[in-house]
């Protein structure tokens, strides 16, 4: 009896191989998370091995590029180099903290729309309707500006940017998740938890937060690819974090001092590339993440799925023909 139960313990982990086959990562998937590392490292762990520091002068006014500054100098005699490490840095800890609070808002205001429904319901969403009514690069530069004027420092850094992009950017994730969300509450294990006692904040953890989770992951990637976008536009108006390196920083600057007439092209090409790249990474992440977690759209498996067709169709062939066979006399 010991041997025959033996590998019991096995299955949880076969169950758990099965499902992650299941999901099907495609190429784009892997190309966009390639593309992600190559950043994340390039920004947190090229300054151990860069010689040169971001606060760190070199040189003057747009320098050349030398074999020792390979991207040459700033407007201040920064290595660009460095200064693109420190801004690439800081305008993904931007884009993770304002896309997880804006997620994380948009998350918690749609589910508890969708799922009370109602007066709630209507409440809520109107309430983000209003907020969408109003343009967001207007709030946010006001915003900014408001909060450039105050004496608190970590307001005027990374962190108060982050703030305001994420508590301005969650009203369409809301209504989303409110649709999902609505759609979750009327099914049969949801009156089952009511039924069995449970209160509202664990059914909607227990219950209905799972069947959202691949949209919500989707909606964070999203959300964080829009707050480095939102961060960028801001900081290319002046309206950036203060004292602190970031890619929109850098374009600023660039463009304060006529790089472009300068023809300084390593002031604004290295950022403006590292931009497109983490956003493209980014929406491609996403876009491939609806692949992932969606059957009906996975690409690799439409050869599969015709040819499953065609069998289908070939048996009911061979089925009718047997049926004609056996009637006639």
Request: charged share 15%; proline share 5%; aromatic share 10%.
């Amino acid at each position: 009896m010991s041997d025959t139960l033996a590998p019991a313990p096995d299955q949880p982990k076969a169950a758990g191989r099965s499902a992650l086959r299941s999901l099907n990562f495609t190429p784009r998937f892997w190309v966009s998370i390639v593309l992600i590392v190559l950043v994340a490292l390039f920004a947190f762990v090229g300054d151990m091995l860069y010689p040169y520091g971001s606060n760190q002068r070199v040189g003057s006014l747009f320098d050349e590029p030398t074999p020792q500054h390979i991207l040459g100098t700033d407007n201040f005699g920064y290595d660009v180099v460095a200064l693109l490490m420190a801004s690439t840095r800081n305008s993904l800890y931007n884009g993770l903290l304002a896309g997880t609070i804006a997620t994380f808002l948009g998350v918690f205001i749609g589910i508890l729309a969708g799922y009370i429904g109602g007066w709630f319901e209507e409440f809520l969403m109107g309430v983000t309707n209003i907020v969408l009514a109003i343009p967001a690069i207007v709030v946010l530069i006001l915003i900014s500006v408001s909060i450039q004027g105050t004496n608190l420092q970590f307001l005027k850094g990374i962190i108060g940017m982050s703030l305001v992009i994420g508590f301005t950017s969650w009203p369409w994730t809301a209504r989303s998740v409110r649709a999902q969300a609505s759609s979750v509450a009327t099914r049969e294990h949801i009156d089952v938890a009511k039924l069995s006692g449970a209160r509202t904040f664990g059914i909607l953890l227990r219950d209905v937060l799972p069947y959202l989770a691949s949209y919500v992951v989707m909606a964070w990637v999203l959300q964080v690819a829009s707050a480095i976008l939102a961060e960028s536009t801001l900081s290319m108006l002046g309206l950036g974090p203060s004292g602190t390196a970031s890619l929109g920083v850098e374009l600023h600057w660039a463009l304060a001092f006529n790089a472009v007439a300068n023809r300084a092209w390593w002031a604004f090409l290295p950022p403006t590339a590292v931009l497109t790249i983490i956003s493209f990474a980014l929406l491609y992440l996403q876009s491939s993440l609806d692949e992932v977690f969606n059957p009906r759209l996975r690409r690799g498996k439409k050869k599969n799925l015709a040819k499953a067709a065609e069998r289908r169709a070939e048996a009911a062939r061979r089925l009718a023909a047997e049926i004609e066979a056996e009637v006639a006399p």
